[in-house]
């Protein structure tokens, strides 16, 4: 023990034996460390691109609490019937066996950032020398009066794909003609701009498809306006004609509170009854962000534009729905394109690699019908202090039929090649 620093004697005694061995930890000396928090979009294309362009030359170790993990991108076409829930989740075995990352199943609740380590809910400690966090997020639940996560047992919110997704789904299979759907979408900003409005779309493709063109889904926005809203209203008419609702601030005059057990959404304008509440509450960085230091007011995280960088901490990159991006909305599609520019500059520091500008991508796909699907999208690069759009585009109205199956084809192949690039 003669040898090691101050540093490394408070790493090693820091540490639990369940998580660090002597054997293990002297392994680990003779290459630099990166730690993952959340496996996710972000967490797992990081972990990945950082073992795989090293050629193995950095040990990288991935926290996830979580055996499988289930994207919450495309669950709505799962909710919808275009897709089967197996087919949505995904398996860490091929990041272990192919990269040689270490899965650490598990949660971790806090960082020291001093001794950059990281601390487990079992009591071990995983020490880094980079960090990647990647928690996505954390629901606010008190942000619509009247929920709680005891709430969402009986009014499910979905925005963590899982158990909750299949509640929903449940749910609106049990839906009968003549019955009410009410959903509530958070405020801004938010995981997944359009996904509300798709999922609208999707019930409503369920709803048409059993024959209950008598039920209605009632949109009650707190936002006055959404993402591509031209487009999808001009859907919403052409294939659900009466059978969607959207009301912002200035018709339903706020939300005053719900009432899961009455079914029930109280407004100042009315209170409305529906046989399936879909509330979607407010969000913030995960947990562990917070726990970590590394949060602002906001509730999410500043980074630097051209690294993904924790502006806390140098030692720090936060990634994906967690961080606060600038001009980059909060997707699966943006969080592995900051994946990419954080395992880069992350092997610049600690393999010397050259490291290349920053360049973001981002494309959100929505499904409004069979065979019509709507997109949005941009590039991005560092600019003003923030991660800017250089150039966009998004769906128009009156497209053609082609143009909008096209786009549906397109975005199978994305989910094939995203999921393929996130696990291996």
């Given at each position: 023990?003669?040898?090691?620093?101050?540093?490394?004697?408070?790493?090693?005694?820091?540490?639990?034996?369940?998580?660090?061995?002597?054997?293990?930890?002297?392994?680990?000396?003779?290459?630099?460390?990166?730690?993952?928090?959340?496996?996710?979009?972000?967490?797992?294309?990081?972990?990945?691109?950082?073992a795989k362009d090293s050629d193995g030359a950095i040990d990288v170790t991935l926290i996830e609490n979580s055996d499988v993990y289930t994207t919450c991108?495309?669950?709505?076409?799962?909710?919808?019937?275009?897709?089967?829930?197996?087919?949505?989740?995904?398996?860490?075995?091929?990041?272990?066996?192919?990269?040689?990352?270490?899965?650490?199943?598990?949660?971790?609740?806090?960082?020291?950032?001093?001794?950059?380590?990281?601390?487990?809910?079992?009591?071990?400690?995983?020490?880094?020398?980079?960090?990647?966090?990647?928690?996505?997020?954390?629901?606010?639940?008190?942000?619509?009066?009247?929920?709680?996560?005891?709430?969402?047992?009986?009014?499910?919110?979905?925005?963590?794909?899982?158990?909750?997704?299949?509640?929903?789904?449940?749910?609106?299979?049990?839906?009968?003609?003549?019955?009410?759907?009410?959903?509530?979408?958070?405020?801004?900003?938010?995981?997944?701009?359009?996904?509300?409005?798709?999922?609208?779309?999707?019930?409503?493709?369920?709803?048409?498809?059993?024959?209950?063109?008598?039920?209605?889904?009632?949109?009650?926005?707190?936002?006055?306006?959404?993402?591509?809203?031209?487009?999808?209203?001009?859907g919403w008419e052409k294939h659900y004609p009466g059978m969607i609702e959207w009301y912002g601030p200035d018709v339903h005059g706020g939300i005053d509170?719900?009432n899961a057990n009455s079914g029930t959404v109280e407004t100042d304008l009315d209170t409305f009854e529906g046989a399936l509440l879909n509330i979607i509450?407010?969000?913030?960085?995960?947990?562990?962000?917070?726990?970590?230091?590394?949060?602002?007011?906001?509730?999410?995280?500043?980074?630097?534009?051209?690294?993904?960088?924790?502006?806390?901490?140098?030692?720090?990159?936060?990634?994906?729905?967690?961080?606060?991006?600038?001009?980059?909305?909060?997707?699966?599609?943006?969080?592995?394109?900051?994946?990419?520019?954080?395992?880069?500059?992350?092997?610049?520091?600690?393999?010397?690699?050259?490291?290349?500008?920053?360049?973001?991508?981002?494309?959100?796909?929505?499904?409004?019908?069979?065979?019509?699907?709507?997109?949005?999208?941009?590039?991005?690069?560092?600019?003003?202090?923030?991660?800017?759009?250089?150039?966009?585009?998004?769906?128009?109205?009156?497209?053609?039929?082609?143009?909008?199956?096209?786009?549906?084809?397109?975005?199978?192949?994305?989910?094939?090649?995203?999921?393929?690039?996130?696990?291996?």
């Amino acid at each position: 023990m003669a040898g090691l620093t101050r540093r490394q004697f408070g790493l090693f005694t820091g540490a639990s034996a369940a998580a660090l061995t002597l054997p293990t930890y002297l392994r680990a000396q003779g290459k630099p460390r990166v730690v993952v928090i959340g496996g996710g979009a972000g967490g797992a294309t990081a972990a990945r691109y950082i073992a795989k362009d090293s050629d193995g030359a950095i040990d990288v170790t991935l926290i996830e609490n979580s055996d499988v993990y289930t994207t919450c991108f495309y669950s709505n076409l799962y909710v919808g019937g275009f897709r089967s829930f197996e087919s949505i989740t995904h398996s860490y075995d091929g990041l272990q066996s192919s990269y040689g990352i270490t899965k650490v199943t598990g949660m971790a609740t806090g960082v020291d950032r001093e001794q950059k380590t990281v601390m487990m809910a079992d009591g071990a400690s995983v020490p880094y020398d980079r960090l990647v966090v990647a928690p996505g997020i954390d629901l606010i639940w008190d942000s619509v009066p009247g929920y709680s996560e005891a709430v969402s047992e009986i009014a499910p919110h979905a925005w963590k794909a899982g158990t909750q997704t299949k509640i929903l789904k449940a749910k609106l299979d049990a839906i009968e003609n003549g019955q009410q759907i009410l959903i509530v979408p958070p405020t801004n900003p938010y995981r997944c701009p359009p996904g509300p409005y798709e999922r609208a779309s999707m019930m409503a493709h369920v709803l048409k498809s059993k024959g209950l063109t008598d039920s209605k889904i009632i949109i009650i926005d707190p936002k006055p306006k959404f993402s591509k809203q031209g487009v999808f209203q001009e859907g919403w008419e052409k294939h659900y004609p009466g059978m969607i609702e959207w009301y912002g601030p200035d018709v339903h005059g706020g939300i005053d509170v719900i009432n899961a057990n009455s079914g029930t959404v109280e407004t100042d304008l009315d209170t409305f009854e529906g046989a399936l509440l879909n509330i979607i509450p407010a969000q913030k960085a995960g947990a562990i962000a917070a726990a970590a230091g590394l949060t602002d007011d906001s509730g999410f995280c500043p980074i630097e534009a051209g690294s993904m960088r924790s502006t806390v901490d140098d030692a720090v990159f936060v990634i994906g729905d967690a961080c606060i991006a600038g001009d980059m909305p909060k997707s699966g599609f943006s969080a592995n394109s900051q994946a990419k520019v954080a395992a880069m500059t992350i092997r610049g520091d600690l393999v010397g690699s050259k490291v290349f500008p920053a360049k973001y991508s981002n494309t959100c796909w929505s499904l409004i019908e069979t065979d019509d699907s709507i997109k949005v999208g941009a590039q991005y690069a560092p600019g003003d202090g923030k991660i800017a759009s250089t150039q966009g585009f998004v769906s128009q109205m009156d497209e053609a039929d082609a143009l909008r199956k096209a786009n549906y084809e397109e975005s199978v192949g994305w989910y094939a090649g995203i999921t393929a690039d996130m696990f291996g």
